[in-house]
């Protein structure tokens, strides 16, 4: 392979590397989340396999609604100053 084609496979598996990389942080974020029961956990984790994006999605939509303000923090707007 020449050069300028080895460039287009970088660029080409970028984004499978980063898909893949969300898709292994969010199952292990699903393994360490208590609050999850048994069956909810293999369902996540099943989503995220089989839909990885939108698995991905859907699990960073829904942490905040189960992490408490008492765990997590919330991003908030600062007031401005005037």
């Known amino acids: 392979m020449e050069s300028w084609q ?3 496979v970088l ?3 970028l984004p499978a590397v980063f898909v893949m990389g969300a898709v292994i942080w969010g199952v292990l974020d699903v ?3 208590d609050r999850l029961d048994q069956t909810a956990r293999v369902l996540w984790v099943l ?3 089989v839909l990885p994006l939108f698995g991905i999605l859907a ?3 829904a942490r905040p609604r189960l992490t408490g303000l008492a765990d997590g923090f919330r991003l908030t ?3 401005s100053v005037s």
Request: aromatic share 22%.
């Open 77 to 79: 707007a600062v007031p």
């Open 47 to 49: 989503l995220l396999f």
């Open 6 to 8: 080895w460039l287009l």
């Open 59 to 61: 699990w960073l939509y």
């Open 31 to 33: 393994l360490k989340d």
């Open 11 to 13: 660029i080409a598996g």
